[in-house]
């Protein structure tokens, strides 16, 4: 990544789509594998229209007019791009997740579902990147064919540890505030704590379900809050309002919808809550700043509910 324009790029010299171009014609990782060349055409249209309803810009183009385009790239650099290539080992649903076309769906509730989910797999690579900057060591990533998002090794560790990655950004509700707010209408919404504090559990549980094939090594669920969402969850990760040796849901505003919803996917939800959370070995909760900056507000160990545990760094 030394030297690439996505790291270098002085912002007098442009930072609209024209820019982009420009960046992206020297950037191997914007190039291949996040705007690759059958997507760059409508990308480069799309971005001459206005969307009044909702105003969404690409993450990318949003990121390089923010200064922090290469906080993005970077870790793609890194860990998936080899000699100017694209690594052979990026699985195909990779490769197809990895593409910023989330923008192409007409209907803007449903653009912001799926820029959510780009933005959650960007956050695998993301943290990966900040494991490292940790002193741990990435061997491996589900992007490559790992059965996790990410297998790291801390310094004194032997067998790697899996770790899954959940992203909670903007939800739906408060998006659609969003959008009312700039048609003029009324956007107030009624945002209860239980309700944040259940859906940060389920997001926990998902992780670990999705933990289970892992039996080597220790297993770490990773809930990334993005900074726009953090006033939502603040007090209850702080506060403790989970008791993770109990864990259960509180009862909400919205909870018996939430759950209908939820066991449709997951009918064991209820009935193996504890058992799920309690198989893995932590709980790692990061905001994430403005920037793409990560800062670790909460490690709470489940398999063994005790205050020894490791940091981010193995100690």
Same mark, same amino acid.
């Given at each position: 990544?030394?030297?690439?324009?996505? $790291? $270098?790029?002085?912002?007098? #010299?442009?930072?609209?789509?024209? /820019?982009?171009?420009? !960046?992206? /014609?020297?950037?191997?990782?914007?190039?291949? !594998?996040?705007?690759? #060349? &059958?997507?760059?055409?409508?990308?480069? %249209?799309?971005?001459?229209?206005?969307?009044?309803?909702?105003?969404?810009?690409?993450?990318?183009?949003?990121?390089? =007019?923010?200064?922090?385009?290469?906080?993005?790239?970077?870790?793609?650099?890194?860990?998936?791009?080899? =000699?100017?290539?694209? &690594?052979? *080992?990026?699985?195909?649903?990779? *490769?197809?997740?990895?593409?910023?076309?989330?923008?192409?769906?007409?209907?803007?509730?449903?653009?912001?579902? *799926?820029?959510?989910?780009?933005?959650?797999?960007?956050?695998?690579?993301?943290?990966?990147?900040?494991?490292?900057? =940790?002193?741990?060591?990435?061997?491996?990533?589900?992007?490559?064919?790992?059965? $996790?998002?990410?297998?790291?090794?801390?310094?004194?560790?032997?067998?790697?540890?899996?770790?899954?990655? *959940?992203?909670?950004?903007?939800?739906?509700?408060?998006?659609?505030?969003?959008?009312?707010?700039?048609?003029?209408?009324?956007?107030?919404?009624?945002?209860?704590?239980?309700?944040?504090?259940?859906?940060?559990?389920?997001?926990?549980?998902?992780? %670990?379900?999705?933990?289970? @094939?892992?039996?080597?090594?220790?297993?770490?669920?990773?809930?990334?809050?993005?900074?726009?969402?953090?006033?939502?969850?603040?007090?209850? !990760?702080?506060?403790?309002? !989970?008791?993770?040796?109990?864990?259960?849901?509180?009862?909400?505003?919205?909870? $018996?919808?939430?759950?209908?919803?939820?066991?449709?996917?997951?009918?064991?939800?209820?009935?193996?809550?504890?058992?799920?959370?309690?198989?893995?070995?932590?709980?790692?909760?990061?905001?994430?700043? #403005?920037?793409? @900056?990560?800062?670790?507000?909460?490690?709470?160990?489940?398999?063994?509910?005790?205050?020894?545990?490791?940091?981010?760094?193995?100690?």
């Amino acid at each position: 990544m030394v030297g690439c324009a996505c $790291s $270098s790029w002085n912002p007098d #010299d442009g930072l609209g789509i024209e /820019a982009f171009a420009s !960046i992206r /014609a020297d950037c191997s990782a914007l190039r291949m !594998i996040l705007v690759p #060349d &059958s997507l760059w055409d409508d990308f480069e %249209a799309w971005h001459g229209q206005l969307d009044d309803a909702s105003l969404h810009r690409s993450i990318l183009l949003l990121a390089l =007019q923010r200064g922090y385009l290469a906080a993005i790239v970077s870790p793609v650099h890194r860990y998936l791009v080899c =000699q100017g290539e694209m &690594s052979s *080992k990026v699985t195909k649903q990779y *490769k197809t997740d990895l593409r910023e076309d989330w923008w192409c769906y007409s209907d803007p509730a449903e653009r912001h579902q *799926k820029a959510r989910m780009y933005s959650g797999r960007l956050a695998e690579l993301q943290f990966a990147e900040w494991l490292e900057e =940790q002193g741990w060591r990435v061997e491996n990533l589900e992007a490559l064919g790992a059965d $996790s998002d990410i297998e790291a090794m801390a310094p004194n560790e032997v067998v790697a540890t899996s770790f899954e990655v *959940k992203l909670i950004g903007v939800e739906d509700t408060d998006f659609e505030c969003i959008v009312r707010s700039l048609a003029g209408s009324p956007a107030g919404h009624h945002a209860s704590p239980y309700d944040a504090a259940n859906y940060l559990l389920f997001r926990a549980y998902e992780a %670990a379900v999705q933990l289970r @094939r892992n039996e080597r090594g220790r297993r770490i669920v990773v809930v990334v809050v993005d900074d726009m969402a953090w006033p939502e969850f603040e007090v209850q !990760i702080r506060e403790g309002w !989970i008791d993770w040796s109990r864990p259960g849901f509180l009862r909400g505003d919205h909870l $018996s919808d939430f759950l209908a919803g939820q066991l449709s996917r997951y009918p064991e939800l209820l009935s193996n809550l504890a058992d799920t959370l309690h198989a893995v070995d932590e709980l790692w909760i990061l905001r994430r700043e #403005d920037g793409y @900056r990560h800062v670790c507000e909460l490690i709470q160990p489940l398999a063994c509910l005790t205050t020894q545990h490791q940091g981010p760094g193995g100690e």
